[in-house]
């Protein structure tokens, strides 16, 4: 598989869309859903989307290795969004026109504060040296995650800075060098994040990894039909989030539950019922503590579970 870089902050649906007058049933205060039709997309075609690699679409919070400080660092994905007023006239216009295009942003005024350190995500467009806002009306972007962030606990759990290396795998546990994931996106799952469909862990202890972008193929994806894509997501092969697919000219695809009409999460998923190992050294045991997950799963070194949500700590 190979790596990818700068996230590609908006990835198109492998077919072409709709807007329905319905509230999404992904993203909460959207008044609109953006269903699939049964039409193959044209960049699609364009990327010959026949030859591309179906990869799982893991469902966490996205995240981002860049330098920061003169180090590798962690970043979280922060999406800058209207303050009330703008927003209440972006949710007029979605209301007459059903699209976020052709409304009018002040990105100066119009725009919620974010901290000095976060920057626009890569393929964000810029007019006059400001970035402009994507038909949800969001600037995606990213915030660097400091040793002791409250707000991003859960995505410090997972790193390191004084090891330089961070916690990554779904199927395979291991602590990868920082410098090596440098300009690639991967995706924060567990515990705590969008409801554990996962089943990682418990409220006593928790338990958060990072899952490289694209790690997850799938072994017999289904014909590139809708109907087909439809009845495989209802197969316990397909219990999965969604498809991604991987073109060789650089091109991303996805197909979301949402897009075809089908819940999420609906049952136990597949990731959760995989088998999985950990092999985190003993070496990077520096604490002891039972809250650090490195520590606990160095002693956890070794150790395969029949499935991923049986993945339990010692007391």
């Known amino acids: 598989m190979r790596r990818l870089g700068s996230v590609q902050h908006k990835v198109p ?15 909460d205060c959207q008044p609109y859903q953006v269903v699939a039709t049964e039409t193959l997309n044209p960049v699609a075609i364009d990327a010959d ?51 976020g295009k052709g409304f009018l942003w002040n990105v100066e005024e119009d ?44 995505h410090s759990s997972v790193v ?13 546990i291991t602590v990868v060098p920082l410098n090596e994931l440098m300009e690639q996106t991967l995706e924060l799952i567990g515990t705590n994040v969008n409801g554990n469909p996962y089943g990682l862990g418990c409220k006593k202890r928790p338990v958060h990894c990072l899952v490289s972008h694209g790690s997850l193929p799938l072994a017999n994806p289904p014909p590139l039909d809708f109907n087909k894509l439809r009845s495989w997501f209802q197969r316990p092969e397909g219990r999965v989030e969604g498809i991604v697919w991987h073109c060789s000219n650089g091109t991303l695809l996805k197909l979301h539950r949402h897009h075809v009409g089908l819940p999420w999460p609906d049952g136990d998923t597949l990731l959760s019922s995989r088998s999985m190992v950990v092999h985190v050294n003993a070496a990077v045991n520096k604490y002891n503590d039972f809250k650090d997950l490195f520590s606990s ?14 993945l339990v700590f010692e007391s």
Not at 58 to 78: I, K, N, Q
Not at 116 to 121: L, M, N, R, T
Not at 142 to 149: E, G, I, L
Request: positive net charge; glycine residues 6%; contains cysteine.
């Open 297 to 310: 799963f160095s002693k956890l070194n070794g150790h395969k579970f029949d499935r991923l949500q049986d």
């Open 49 to 99: 989307v026949e030859s591309a690699i179906a990869t799982e679409k893991v469902d966490g919070t996205c995240c981002y290795v860049s330098m920061f400080r003169g180090e590798p660092y962690l970043w979280a994905r922060l999406d800058r969004k209207p303050n009330k007023q703008a927003e209440k006239r972006f949710k007029r216009h979605l209301h007459l026109h059903r699209t």
């Open 160 to 172: 390191d800075y004084e090891l330089g290396a961070a916690l990554r795998g779904a199927l395979e």
């Open 111 to 154: 725009f919620k504060s974010v901290p000095e350190a976060w920057i626009p995500a890569h393929g964000v467009k810029h007019v006059n040296d400001q970035p402009v806002p994507d038909e949800n009306g969001h600037i995606p972007g990213w915030v660097p995650v400091d040793r002791d962030s409250k707000q991003y606990c859960w």
């Open 13 to 27: 649906c492998i077919f072409t869309t709709e807007v329905w007058e319905e509230p999404s049933r992904k993203r």
